[in-house]
């Protein structure tokens, strides 16, 4: 347990459907990223925020996606209207600020869409 | 992109040292080497880091080569729980770039 917890860890969802993830890092982390996996693929960068402030997003974010880390503490990942194109494993991470530090990932949330 | 290379797959027998190499010919002088683990399901795990100088955790150790364009991930006495897709990633700022990792199995 490197005490980043996510939930739920396992979502089934209807393609069309909106989904929401949460993510808590540990608590004295002001940095946060997602990640997405597909099977047999590494993880892939998502975003990151510093604090409150989503400072960098990858290209794979659609429209579809959005994030937000309202109080710098907790985070939430939303898709919208699902595609099936959307199962994959997500991934929340965080590290403290300053150079060099690891990330901590937590357990990842498993979304099936059908 | 990915910025290491590294085997697709390795086998170790069990209690024998695993080796496992990783490429980044292409590394900048303020570029860490960070390598993480995944079993299967799991959230990637941080084994251990470096810069330049070669480094060694109660998990690993890792050599880096001089011109930094090659490291290897040393599992000192390698146990069946160390079966795992191993992932070397070269990182600065904030993304991590992992690739698709070592897969290593060990053998009884």
């Known amino acids: 347990d490197t005490g980043v917890s996510q939930d739920p860890r396992h979502k089934i969802t209807k393609r069309g459907q909106n989904v929401t993830f949460r993510c808590d890092p540990i608590s004295e982390h002001n940095r946060l990223y997602w990640y997405r996996q597909t099977l047999g693929q590494g993880p892939e960068f998502l975003t990151y925020?510093?604090?409150?402030?989503?400072?960098?997003k990858s290209r794979l974010l659609s429209d579809r996606f959005s994030a937000e880390r309202p109080k710098g503490s907790f985070s939430t990942l939303e898709i919208q209207r699902t595609e099936q194109g959307d199962s994959a494993m997500y991934l929340c991470?965080?590290?403290?600020?300053?150079?060099?530090?690891?990330?901590?990932f937590g357990p990842g949330t498993r979304l099936t869409v059908t | 992109d990915a910025k290491t290379t590294q085997p697709p797959s390795m086998d170790c027998a069990e209690g024998r040292a695993a080796n496992l190499p990783c490429n980044h010919s292409?590394?900048?002088?303020?570029?860490?080497v960070y390598w993480y683990r995944q079993i299967h399901s799991q959230g990637p795990q941080y084994i251990i880091h470096?810069?330049?100088n070669n480094e060694t955790n109660e998990m690993a150790s890792l050599i880096i080569t001089e011109d930094r364009k090659s490291s290897t991930l040393i599992l000192p006495h390698a146990t069946l729980r160390d079966t795992a897709v191993y992932y070397c990633i070269v990182n600065t700022g904030n993304q991590f770039y992992f690739g698709t990792g070592t897969s290593l199995t060990v053998i009884p």
């Open positions: 925020f510093q604090n409150e402030a989503q400072l960098e």
């Open positions: 292409t590394i900048s002088g303020n570029e860490y």
């Open positions: 991470a965080s590290r403290r600020g300053g150079s060099p530090n690891e990330q901590y």
């Open positions: 470096g810069l330049k």
